[in-house]
């Protein structure tokens, strides 16, 4: 496009006026004016022409509306492709667009079909066509010291407007401000999405935190059924244990089992009981058996002290009737005894007929066996006390010692051989009676022939007819009698003190004694076997078993138990023990009278007949020898059963069990079948904490959200994906977007700047000029490889640029055929003498083939610019 | 009633005082019917539908439980003695208690059916929680199928019960059922598994390949073999069925959902069955494959539904082919025209290639940077970039909304 004229009627000064330019060439067109002529409203007025709608009445039409108002009218000429036309436009009043031929004055198109023509002239976008280069007056942006951000905005856009004219073309290839748009929607949906460093937001990111949480949400619910699962596992198992522990079968053998054991413990308790029986038997066979060998060896005491008694004349006789009638009476007692043990055997087999049958009926406590056998102990113990107590009685009785019965012994030795000493140098008398009266002698009757030792005193008295003294006279025996006469005193003193009257009853009373110890010792030795810790003890366990035992009595209600038999037999047993003892007693009771009599029979015939045959006379040998083995065979006895308690003992504990066996084996069964019972209890409480569990966590559902959850999360991460996907195709875009914009200004600018360079040259010798790709304006300029920021250069180099970007821009165009007048209003105006030169030579350079329209109103500077000079005329309008 | 000693006047009479019995015999064709039942399975009660929004989660679990109801009035409308659900009656080992205690309610309303439930393999006996809660609270016409022991439905008629004893159990479950004699009873086998087939396991079921012979039916002298576990409708032969779910739960085709009405004379006669439908949505799964020429809108809705048995509708598209630009924002804009009508409505374009022409490009721009980019994304998308390829759907949107 060329211009060729500009008519203005009622723009600013030209209030009422038309001024108009013509003869507008193809080179450089000068409009040198004053100020305040009106070159910029002739700029304003063509920019208005081409790029403002004739229906505006924004602030840049009004800004030409003069003062007195009224309606504004522009026209332009101008040639295209060949063909002139002509432009007009009303504004503010009668509104409308006109274009013309310019040749014919033809309408060609009016009012939008005019502009739409225009539009499509100039090309696409609004406030930067292609068709029009301009600089405006002033507008550099040189920023001015401590500038507000208000001002440095708009020295902003007015630097960007330095290059708005070829914006237009350069989004034509750039996209211009669609590309902007689609630019700006596709970052507006990226950025909705994603930052710019591409982290999620948004929709993305509530998607990754709704993933993040489910993903979270199914973790902890597949934990929790995976638990569950667990627990109802552990509850089937828990069931199945639990009907096993309750299998009747099971239980049963459990219990069979201990009952069994505790049968064999109650058997191995039992033969426990008998053993300790069997034990104290051997205790007492072996004191039985120590008693008889006492018994023995007091025998042979008494022999030797038969052989002392041998001397003991005088009572002999009627000791003898003594020990006769004892003897009686013994023997009588031992017939009883050995009747009473004749029953008590009887009794005993009947005893143990009963305890077989009570062994067959049923079992019995141990209890009543232990009550019976401890009233049993008691029983003997309480004999055995009885014995220790008639034993110490006597004992007590006695006052008698052995000191006394050796010094009585000695004194009736002296006396014995004093007399005898006295009898035998003593005058004798013998009488030989002849009638049936009968003398006596110291109060005895003589027999016939009987010998009478005559001593001093003696007397003889013959009933009715005299009474003989014997006195002797001689000096020779009176020593011998005095000394019999004290030992006669001390021996009686000695029995009166002892309460006896004769030796013998010394002996006797020291042999009861002797023999009422040896009681006590066996007794007390018994006892101790008996009852070790002591007869309170018993008596308490004995009231405690009897407490026991009258319950099992209220049950027992058939027949005597085994332990009541087993009382009732060892009774017996021990009645018949005690049969025996008194038998035995009895036995030796008799024996003992027997020999008694035997023995002063032996020593009343020593008596009889002198000393030595007394001294020889130790009684009937063959009494004697019975008797001793009648000991002798006791003994064997006792020994015999001693050793058959032993033997029964040591059989007994072959047979029995070892307790602690035994004893082991029921507390393991008992064992088992308290842990089966605990267990079953714990099992119990595990399965009623199983079904809460289970109740309350199948009761949440878990298994449904747990699937629900895992449903939705494949569901959002699949949305996850699509922003994904869509983020990554918008980043794309912009990318490919970018790419291309780029691409295309490279395209662009390099025409460009191998238009500017020469240009540059004119003015700054080698230099090149950097754009920046955003805003599409210059951004460095490099001299003599120094870069320098547009912005820091002077006011007047800045414009210089401007103006030679301009030109190469519109070069560029005209090289593609599409020319492009540049206007210039008032530029330069900060370049000194010598610049604006060589800008009058850029100038020049490009109006070879570029329309150039310069307003200025410095007329001497830009006289040497050359160029035509037309002349605006002003006319009224009419 | 008048009595005339006609052989029909026999029959009513038998009908007649059976009827008084309380026994459900009801003539066909003139012969007496020894037993009427529905056979049905996979009810799935509990099924969670987490792939779906809230909305439609809750209508299709609701939907879902009411089954038994719909079963319930089935039987009694048709006069059908006896329901028998073939395995999977729940989705889950521990389902919510809501779930059971509906489902027991909803068989409780109906006291004159006896129900039947055989454990599946998603409900098997290894459910120790489920089943002992269901020995619990089950109503008195529930009996609950947990041995391989026979149960006695009438007195002419014996079920055989196979249930799953767990999730895989990995052998044949019905074989006791040839060895067990019950003379001229009616008998009726009651399973859950695949057949042992020569079809693939995708074809045939979900489970672990088949293991209940495909003559089970004849070997046990069965009049009726009442399998579940696939959840479409087979006649595996005319005495041994698949009944299917008789609500869909997925997108597979399959035939109509709903069970099988089943009515049996006599041991040893052909079993009637009849398809009846029950499901009240509908799952309809639409692949179209599209080429250049196709008109996808004229195809589309030949395919939809009626505009007023769309909210029963869950809808899926899957797109396969090549459509240009234009058509592919056409068929999107379809698509979000019709949605709406749906109670579910997804479309899958991931198969669909972008096929751009050059009216399509020169929509987005004629020249410039902007053709260059499309041209450039076109390209790549050619190669195969879906990236690319949506980088330019994109584009062609935004300029779209440029114009």
Known sequence: MKLRSLTLENIRRFAGKTARLDGIGDGITVVSEANEFGKTTFFDALHALFFEKYSSSGKTIKSMQPPSGGGLRIAAEFEHDGALYRLEKRFLSKKGAALFNGATNRLIAQDGEAEAWVTRLLGEGDGGPAGLLWVRQGVLGLEAENASQGEKKKLADARRDLMSSVMGEIDAVTGGRRMDRIRKDCETDLRAIATPTGRPT????????????????????????????????????????????????????????????????????????????????????????????????????????????????????????????????????????????????????????????????????????????????????????????????????????????????????????????????????????????????DGKSVDQDGLIALHDGSEIEFPGVAKLVFSSGKDGSEQLRTALERNRAELQAILDNCALSSVDELINALRDASEAEARKVTAKQVLNALAPDGIDAIHARVKELAALGQELDADDGEGVTVDEARHALRSSEDALNTLQVASSAAQTSYDQHRETVIRLGAERNVCQQNIDRFNHDLGDEAARSELKSKMLSDLATASQKTNEATQMLEDLRKQSADILTVRANLQRSEAAMKAANDRRAALGLRQTDLNARIEAQAGQGIEEKRDETAERLERVSQRVQRFEDEAAALTKLLTVLDAMREQARETYFGPVQAELEPLLKILHGEAALQFDSDTVMPEVL????????????????????????????????????????????????????????????????????????????????????????????????? | MKFSGHANDWAGLAKTILYQRGLRLVSYSGALIVIRFLHSSDLHLGKPFGRFDEDVRAALKVTRQSIVSRLGSLAQERQASHVLLAGDTFDAETPPPRVIRQMLNDVSKYPDVTWVILPGNHDSLAATELWRVLWRDAPKNLLLATEAEAITLNAQTVLLPAPCTARDPGRDLTAWMENHDTGDMIRIGLAHGSIRDFRSSDDIGDTNGGVIPPDRSTSAKLDYLAIGDWHGRIEVSPNTWYSGTPEPDSFKEHRTDGCNLVEISAHGQPAKVEEVPLGQLVWRHLDIDLTETDDFSSIFHDQIPDVHQRQHYLFEVVMNGRQSLGHRQDAIDLFKKVAPDFLHFEVDMSGLSILPDTTDLDKIDTTGALRHAADVLAQEAEGGDKIAASALARLFSYAEGEA
């Open chain 1, 202 to 441: 948004g929709g993305w990111k509530q998607a990754l935190d709704e993933q993040a949480a489910l993903q979270g949400e199914l973790e902890t619910l597949t934990g929790q059924c995976s638990v569950l699962q667990s627990t109802l596992r552990e509850r089937a198992q828990v069931e199945a244990e639990l009907f096993r522990l309750n299998d009747p079968d099971a239980r049963k053998r459990l219990a069979d089992d201990l009952d069994a054991a505790q049968q064999e413990f109650g058997k191995a308790q039992a033969q426990e009981g008998r053993i300790a029986e069997a034990q104290q038997r051997v205790v007492i066979c072996q004191m039985e058996q120590d008693r008889i060998t006492r018994e023995l060896s007091g025998f042979d005491d008494k022999t030797r002290q038969f052989d002392l008694a041998v001397s003991q004349l005088a009572s002999l006789n009627a000791q003898i009737a003594e020990a006769s009638e004892q003897e009686s009476a013994s023997k009588a007692r031992l017939v009883e005894a050995r009747q009473a043990l004749d029953a008590g055997q009887a009794d005993i087999q009947k005893r143990r007929e009963a305890m077989d049958q009570a062994l067959k009926r049923e079992k019995r406590k141990s209890a009543e066996q232990e009550l019976v056998r401890l009233n049993s102990v008691l029983k003997q113990a309480k004999e055995h006390v009885d014995a220790i107590s008639q034993a110490e009685s006597v004992l007590k009785s006695t006052k008698a010692t052995k000191a006394d019965l050796t010094r009585a012994e000695g004194l009736a030795r002296d006396i014995l051989h004093a007399e005898t000493v006295i009898a035998a140098t003593a005058p004798s008398l013998k009488l030989r009676y002849l009638s049936d009266q009968r003398a006596m002698h």
């Open chain 1, 782 to 878: 490099t001299r003599n490889g120094d870069e320098e920021r547009l912005d820091s250069l002077s006011g007047g180099t800045q414009e210089q640029i401007a103006i030679l970007t301009r030109l190469a821009f519109a070069r560029l165009f005209a090289r593609q055929g599409r020319h492009v007048p540049v206007v210039l209003d008032d530029a330069l105006v900060f370049s000194d003498d010598d610049r604006i030169i060589r800008m009058f030579t850029a100038l020049n350079r490009v109006a070879l083939d570029q329309q150039i329209l310069v307003f200025t109103c410095r007329q001497m500077a830009f006289a040497q610019l050359g160029g035509h000079q037309p002349v605006i005329q002003i006319e009224d309008l009419h």
